[in-house]
């Protein structure tokens, strides 16, 4: 990691303050950037301080941060002027997944920013190579793939674009450290990149399966908490299959892969119910039945939830091996030196 990265130095813009862009600001705020927060519509600058207020408020009573809530509110500026970006040396835009308004996005950030500014997405659906060919200088444009709540997960993808500059991917790599993430770099572009491209084939395999009748959403959902849930907090699905033994992996794979669903259409169960107006908790219209009351302590609950596996997660992070073997050999270092005759 780059030692002279001071983050107290950097000012970072986010463009678009809804559910995501707000905790990305909390995620920022909390590691000493100033943060500059746009509100490209009217009703995110409405939510986006008490959202705000809000993230930081828990984060102090978890213990994650140590400071006053004013010193982190201090260091945010909400605005609806581009020109208040002018001194970021990075901003991500946060907009929802429409090429054109993205663009127009982009056009108002590259009017005021300096030509060594960075810029980033936080697309998850469109490909960095295509939104850098709306942008005046592809080479500082980068995707930035952040999981919500951004201020409590350690996930985050930064993705090259074909015409983004390799180095300055490392550089957000490294400054992405400092958000309390452990980051992937994806140096080559691909639609979905990491994580959504594995996410999406299990969600196409559940919707196969209840769509099918083999299983009830209940059924899959109770096997994701059960199985996968179990442990994908310590490792990855190769960590998994080496701590559980390779060999039975590859004799399930030769059978089991030609029966999975290769579907290239959108299932009819989220198509009917994204017609019928459903959005899940947001309005207790899902794939579960919700009361409203059920909807917004599901909600809470996520968000007690996500501080807790945040501590539980931090207790195993991914050189945790390495580290228990480092401190092994010191403590094994420490006694031979302390033993009779080792005196200088």
């Not at 909807?295 to 939830?305: C, D, I, R, S």
Request: proline residues 3%.
């Amino acid at each position: 990691m780059n030692e002279k990265i001071v983050p107290q130095e950097i000012s970072v813009g986010v463009v678009g303050l809804g559910l995501m862009g707000c905790s990305i600001c909390t995620c920022l705020l909390m590691a000493g950037h100033t943060v500059v927060a746009v509100a490209p519509i009217p009703i995110d600058l409405d939510n986006a301080e008490k959202r705000i207020t809000k993230h930081l408020t828990k984060s102090i009573e978890e213990k994650l941060i140590n400071n006053d809530l004013s010193s982190y509110l201090s260091k945010l500026k909400i605005t609806e002027n581009y020109g208040d970006l002018k001194n970021c040396k990075l901003v991500i835009e946060c907009t929802i997944e429409n090429m054109e308004i993205k663009k127009t996005v982009y056009n108002n950030i590259e009017n005021v920013i300096d030509k060594e500014a960075l810029l980033a997405s936080n697309t998850s659906a469109i490909p960095i190579s295509i939104l850098q060919q709306q942008t005046k200088l592809p080479n500082r444009f980068f995707g930035l793939h952040w999981a919500e709540p951004s201020h409590t997960t350690r996930f985050l993808e930064i993705i090259c674009g074909d015409q983004s500059d390799v180095l300055l991917g490392e550089y957000l790599y490294d400054l992405s450290h400092y958000w309390m993430k452990e980051p992937t770099l994806v140096r080559k572009d691909i639609r979905g990149f990491i994580s959504n491209r594995l996410m999406y084939a299990m969600y196409r395999e559940a919707f196969y399966l209840v769509e099918n009748g083999y299983a009830t959403v209940e059924d899959v959902d109770r096997a994701c908490r059960n199985n996968a849930g179990y442990w994908m907090t310590l490792v990855g699905v190769f960590g998994w299959m080496d701590l559980t033994g390779v060999p039975a992996y590859h004799t399930v794979m030769k059978d089991l892969f030609p029966t999975l669903s290769n579907s290239i259409e959108v299932p009819k169960l989220i198509d009917d119910i994204v017609k019928a107006g459903g959005k899940g908790v947001l309005n207790a219209k899902g794939f579960h039945t919700y009361t409203e009351e059920e909807a917004k302590l599901w909600e809470e609950t996520f968000t007690e939830f996500s501080y807790e596996i945040r501590k539980l997660a931090l207790k195993y992070p991914e050189d945790v091996v390495k580290k228990k073997l480092a401190k092994k050999h010191a403590e094994k270092n420490n006694a031979g030196s302390n033993l009779p005759g080792n005196d200088a």
